[in-house]
Structures are given as structure tokens and as C-alpha cells.
């Protein structure tokens, strides 16, 4: 027996990077998946690969009518959706001053609009199915600011709010809430970064899709008594400032530095 059977998720923008990673993880762990994207041929393709338990379905997370079309051709196929992961997103650079209105929106209708409409639509199916998890991913840009990605950062601090509120009016329901912060993870969407950023951090470099996959399982699967959490994966990038140590055996004479009082 593998540790989904009997599941049945949703992946919003599940065509690639870290939504692909998951599809494939969950469905290897016995989950029926539905791949959901505005990319048809990768997300189609993608499907195809998983095979008879995976559906590739048309879904523009901003989109209300889009998700009720994802609500109810989801149901029939497997039954009622037990896991939804609200993955899609998308980023926009530019300042407070200088960003287009249409561009802020645009960022907030499918990060944080999106992620709204999916447990909005979604809930009822996790009722019927007797309970299951809903998994936001937010960002490090939700549990800190960024210069010049306002809108982004504005949105991933909202998915935190909508978990933790989400988590209150779902547990009775038996139904699960919780939110991941990736850091820099390298997907399509952080492709041409500068990786050299992540040289201060204790883990210096960027993660894996894989990786974040194995978290969204763990939440998934084992951490039954976890709801309304937040669950962070950067690698160390916010666990505060000091000095990056060499791996040694050797005991090390580090400088006390201290200031006076007067």
C-alpha cells in the first residue's frame, strides 16, 4: 500500500517546476491527480506521463467559472477532491512607484485571488470526502519584504492570513490548512537569477522542485496534527544574520564583539 491511496488532488499550476514535481510525487504515493494550468501541451503532456490517474484540466486559478468547469470535472472522474495544492502563481517586478496598476492586479488576482477561489470552490468536494489538506504555497516573500516586488510580496503575505483563517472555519470538517515558504527554488520561474545570491545562506543553494514536492507529501500524509501552519524551505535564507562557519572538527576562536552600555 502506498500512502495516498485513495486520494484524490488538485495541483494548480501543475504543468512544471514545483507543481509537476508534486503531481508526479502524489501519484506515485497512490493519488489520483488533476494537473491543472493554462500551459494545455506541458500540462497534457505531463498527464500522459503519470497515466490513467492523472487528468490534465484547463484552469486560469483567477478565473471563478474556471474553477467551478475544474470542480465539476473533477468529481465524476475520481470522486470528490480530498487534496488541493494552490501552487500557481506568477511575479512582476516593479517598484511601488513605478508598477502599472493592471500588473499589481494582475499579480494579486492569481496569487492571492486564486489561491481565495480554490478553497472557496474546492471545500465542498473535501466535506464530501469526508475531510483531507490544503496546501498554499506562499513564499519567504510572505514572511519578509523584497525591494521591487511589492505586488508579489503584498500577495504571499495574504496567502498566510487566508491559511490561518482557512484552518479556523475547516477543522471541524476534519479538513487541514497549511501553508509552505519556499525560498529560491529553481523552476521556470526563477530561470536567469543570479544563483550566487544564495552563497550566504547555511544551505548555498537553490532547492529543488522535489524537494518542495516532499514537504507538500509530508503535510499531505503524516503531519495529521499540523493545521494553520507555516512551513519554511529557503535553505536557511531567514533564519537570521551571522557569520557562514567552515565545516571543521576544530574548535573555533570567534571574536566577541560587545558594546558598552554608557
Not at 483567477?62 to 470535472?73: L, M, Y
Not at 519584504?145 to 490561518?164: E, Q
Not at 572538527?249 to 554608557?262: F, W
Request: glycine share 14%; aromatic share 4%; with cysteine.
Amino acid at each position: 500500500m502506498t500512502r495516498l491511496d485513495g486520494a484524490v488532488a488538485i495541483i494548480t499550476g501543475g504543468a512544471r517546476g514545483m507543481g509537476a514535481a508534486t503531481a508526479r510525487l502524489l501519484a506515485a504515493q497512490g493519488a489520483a491527480v488533476i494537473v491543472a494550468d493554462v500551459l494545455d501541451a506541458a500540462g497534457k503532456a505531463l498527464a500522459d506521463e503519470i497515466g490513467p490517474r492523472a487528468k490534465y484540466l484547463h484552469l486560469d486559478v483567477s478565473d471563478e467559472d474556471d474553477w467551478r468547469g475544474a470542480a465539476a470535472a473533477a468529481e465524476p472522474r475520481f470522486g470528490p477532491v480530498s487534496g488541493l495544492v494552490n501552487n500557481a502563481g506568477l511575479l512582476d517586478v516593479g517598484t511601488i512607484e513605478d508598477q502599472s496598476l493592471a500588473a499589481f492586479r494582475r499579480v494579486i488576482d492569481v496569487n492571492l485571488q486564486g489561491c481565495w477561489l480554490g478553497m472557496h470552490t474546492m471545500a465542498p468536494q473535501l466535506r464530501r470526502a469526508g475531510g483531507g489538506v490544503i496546501v498554499n504555497i506562499s513564499s519567504t516573500a510572505g514572511l519578509t519584504g523584497y525591494a521591487g516586488l511589492g505586488a508579489y510580496v503584498a500577495s504571499k503575505w495574504g496567502i498566510r492570513g487566508l491559511t490561518r483563517t482557512a484552518a479556523l472555519e475547516l477543522g471541524q470538517a476534519g479538513i487541514r490548512v497549511c501553508s509552505i515558504h519556499p525560498g529560491a527554488v529553481r523552476t521556470p520561474m526563477t530561470a536567469g537569477m543570479d544563483e550566487s545570491t544564495t552563497t550566504g545562506q547555511p544551505i548555498p543553494r537553490y532547492g529543488e522542485p522535489e524537494e518542495v514536492a516532499r514537504l507538500v507529501l509530508f503535510l499531505i500524509a503524516d503531519a495529521t496534527y499540523s493545521t494553520g501552519s507555516e512551513f519554511v524551505l529557503d535553505g536557511g535564507a531567514t533564519a537570521g544574520f551571522g557569520p557562514v562557519l567552515p565545516a571543521s572538527d576544530a574548535t573555533l576562536d570567534l571574536e566577541l564583539v560587545t558594546c558598552p552600555r554608557d
